[in-house]
Nanobody, 115 residues
Framework: QVVLVESGGGLAQAGGSLRLSCATSGLPFGSYAMDWYRQAPGKERELVASIGSGTSTAYADSVKGRVTISRDNAKKTVYLQMNSLKPEDTAIYYC?????????WGQGTQVTVSS
């Protein structure tokens, strides 16, 4: 059984930082690309950052320069370091593991940024 569990969300002030984690089990983590998505109230889910099975990364323009995605294959965990938080970063953040046609989602973690 594949399980993805996000953690690290919470309430932060604008300008602050949060580090999200997504711990996985039940899949060959090292061979999966990992994504972080977010969904704000009333908006569609959007891709925030991606990291390949190697070290290649990609970021949405809205977070570029403020966010860093990383992975620890030994811990089967992907991270999202978010700095210089803005109120518009408020959303539920989800991680996704993908390999070919296979994809698995976590349950999400709430991030709320106050101004």
């Amino acid at each position: 059984q594949v399980v993805l569990v996000e953690s690290g969300g919470g309430l932060a002030q604008a300008g602050g930082s949060l580090r999200l984690s997504c711990a996985t089990s039940g899949l060959p983590f090292g061979s999966y690309a990992m994504d972080w998505y977010r969904q704000a109230p009333g908006k569609e889910r959007e891709l925030v950052a991606s990291i390949g099975s190697g070290t290649s990364t990609a970021y949405a323009d809205s977070v570029k320069g403020r966010v860093t995605i990383s992975r620890d294959n030994a811990k089967k965990t992907v991270y999202l370091q978010m700095n210089s938080l803005k109120p518009e970063d408020t959303a539920i953040y989800y991680c996704k593991a993908r390999s070919g046609r296979l994809e698995y989602w976590g349950q999400g973690t709430q991030v709320t940024v106050s101004s």
